[in-house]
Structure formats: C-alpha cells, structure tokens
C-alpha cells in the first residue's frame, strides 16, 4: 500500500463516471488528479457497469490508504411529449397548440403529454417549457385531458423532448419505479450516499429515507423553484444539498440562477450542511484541453462561497479530457484557497452555533486554533456529526477525523477541509491524547513543536457525545514512541 497524504486543499472535488471515466485506470488517474469522490449517474449506465465502478474505486482505497467517497445519483421523473407523425415540427410564436393524452402521433397543432399529473396541477397563465427551455408554452386552459396553450417562444421541436413546469408544484413524487430500482441497488451495493432528484417538498425525502433503511446519507438536489420556496425545510430534513444549476437554469432565468446559487449554499451553510455545487463547471472541457475564463471564474466562485464540494459532470463522464478536467479543477481551487482574503470572504455566512456542547466545542475549535496557532483539529468521531460542525466553521486549519468506523471515513469525505482516518477505537483520556498527536504527526499535518485542538466525547465510543476539548503540544519523538493500534 502507497499512503497518500492529506491533501492541502479544503473544498472537495466530486467527478462522475461515464464511458470515457469506466477502466481501471482512468479511475486511478482521476484519484490522482484530485478526485475526493465520485458519483455514479444512475440516469445512464447498466447496474453491472456502476458495480464494476464500485468495485474499482473500492480497490483504491487499499491501494492507497484514503477513503474514496460514492455517491449514487437517481434519475428523478422525466417529463417528455409523446411523437409526431411526419417527424420535426416548428412552432410558431403566437400560434395555439394543444397537449392531450391521446395517443396518435402528433402535428403542428397538437401532441401526446402521457402524464395525467401535469394536466391536474396546470392552471391558466402557467409556463410549459420544452426541450430544456428552447420553447415557451403559456397554458390557456387545462382540464383533465385537453391542456390549450399560446406560444409564446416558438422553434423546432422534435418527438419525446422533455417538458419542464416551472410554475406549480406537481403531484407526483420523486422517486419512479426505476429509481427504486436504482436505490435497492445502491444500498445493497454499499455507497455512501444517495442524491434524490426532483425535490418538490420536505415529503419527498421521507420515501427515500424508508427505502434506504438507515444506511447512507441522503443529498436533496435544488432544481426546482418549488425547492427553493421551501429551501431551509428541505436542507434541515437533508443530509446535503447539491446546487443542480443544471435544471435550476431551465426552470429559472439564468440570471436568477447566481444569486440563487450563493442563497442555497449559505443556507446550507448556515444549517450545519454539506453543499455542493454541480453542473457546467468546466463544460467547454468536454471537448477542448483548457477550460474559458468564464468558467475559471465560475468555479472560482463556488469555492469563495464556501461550498464543501464541486463537481464534474459530464467533462469526466463522457468528455475527452477527464484527467485535465479533474486537475484543472484542483488547480482552480487550490488557487482561490491561497488568496489571503479567502477565509474573510468565507465568513461573510454566519453560522449560530445551536445550544448543544457539541456546537460550543466546535465554534470554540476554530477560534481556539487561531488563537494559539495550531496546526490540526483532531476530532474522534462514531457518527461524523461532529466533524460536520467543525467543517460548518470553516476553520483556517485542517481537521483530522479520526474513526472506528469504515462507512463513516467514506462518508465524510464530502465535506469541506476534512481528512478521515479509520483507526481503532479509544478507551481513555490519555489513549485520546497519545493517538490524537501520533496520528497528527503520522499524516504529517503536525510536527514537533506544533499545537494541535483534540475534541471527543465521553464515555468513549457514544455518537453525539462530544463534550470534550483539549489543546495539546507535540514531540517529535512521539511518533516512534508507539506503534498505532
């Protein structure tokens, strides 16, 4: 086994599989490159390519000593129109067209919607938007079969494009029979989090979280304006969010989007959640070497937002440059994390502490390391809990999360400036104390001489209990004076 150190940077980065992203060795090269996690697209791909993926990535976390973080991504409901007899039509601007739940193929004038919820929720003055956004539809009048719209952009459309309702909130819940397919799938694989699309409404996690059986950690991804209007809902019963700008795009004008953007990473922020911000990063990268300016300067922005995590999408998935695209993005937010103004700009968010010992320890971790120059806050952790406070704080120091257990190191491996150690468990206060500072000078994020802050609970062992915190100062003999356990 090669150990690989901590890496330097704090914001992680989140790149998805694909057909150019599935052998062995691209995996490796991504990993290499800077990739903390990976996501597996369930919208695309057979079980048994994400389970050979798995399977890959799981092996370099024995090849290197560092947990590899997996997040599988369900599709969510597609909405599309139905087929058109004679191929492509055009629409006119100004012109009427109709929606029906017919079946027959259909014309300038009309078109199957083969979902009766959409016709349920629309009312007059709602927008349909087709072929992510390209067209406008104002609805006229809509009964339960007959949906009579006004075009109001007009253009090409061709058969099965989707349909988006930016207006209402729809009936339907966010999971499909193929996404609990995907989900089953996915427990029964072993990753480490789940992301569930079409987020409406608080309700539509509880199903996920009942499918998943206590195993996992559940992501809400924002891409409907619904979402938005219930945000700090959705984030409290969420065990992240993910800024799908993708979709948001769509249903939003795109200068709604940015500030949008910065709402629901403070938000989660603020709420003591991981964020990730996802899609079209570095999207000219799909095809070209180098990324523009422009999207320099949009990730750049996500990072000085603070989010925990960035993402590729279809740059490492399907792109020609997956490794460039992963290094770039390394390059980017190593970059905007040594500007000297970055960690003021992070703490224009106010994160309020809850009045919990455990909130107290780790808003006091970040201004105690500041005031004493430590180098590393050591955290013991069952649950990781406590190590997302820590994170929430944005603290200008590493934090060390030290853990008996596999699935929470994998876990945690989203959020932002942490760096997860599976070691065995403690009994004592001076076990806390002697492997805290071995395993800061084993990782090489202390040495002799170096303050460290040291957070645990007691009793030893019992999720949720932090209650203790300990400044301690290291010798650089102690690495040799014990052989770790």
Partial sequence: MKKLPPRSRKVRILATLGPASSSEDMIRKLFLAGADAFRLNMSHGLHEMHAANFARIRALEKDYGRPATILADLQGPKLRIGTFAQGPVTLKAGARFCLDREEAPGDENRVSLPHPEIFAALQEGSRLLLDDGKLVLRVQSATDDLIETRVEVGGPLSERKGVNVPDVVLPMAALTDKDRRDLAFAVELGVDWIALSFVQRPDDLAEARRLMGGYGQLMAKIEKPAAVDRLDEIVELSDAVMVARGDLGVEMPPQAVPPLQKQIVETARRLGKPVVVATQMLESMIKAPTPTRAEVSDVATAVYDGADAIMLSAETAAGDWPEQAVAMMDSIAHSVEHDPGYLD?????????????????????????????????????????????????????????????????????????VHAVRTKDIGSFEEMI???????????????????????????GTPGST???????????????????
């Fill in 345 to 417: 700009r992070l703490h224009f968010t106010k994160t309020m502490p809850d009045p919990t010992t455990a909130d107290a320890l780790a808003e006091a971790s970040h201004s105690i390391s500041s005031t004493v120059s430590a180098k590393v806050i050591v955290c013991f952790t069952s649950s990781g809990s406590t190590v997302r406070r820590i994170a929430r704080e944005r603290p200008s120091v590493p934090i060390l999360a030290l853990t008996p257990r596999q699935d929470t190191a994998r876990r945690i491996g989203l959020m932002w400036g």
């Fill in 467 to 485: 209650n203790v915190l300990h400044v301690a100062t290291l010798r650089g003999d102690e690495l040799k004076d014990h052989a770790e356990g």
């Fill in 434 to 460: 002697a492997k805290a500072k071995r395993m800061a000078l084993r990782t090489h994020l202390a040495r002799g001489g170096d303050k460290i802050i040291i957070l645990a609970g007691v009793p030893f």
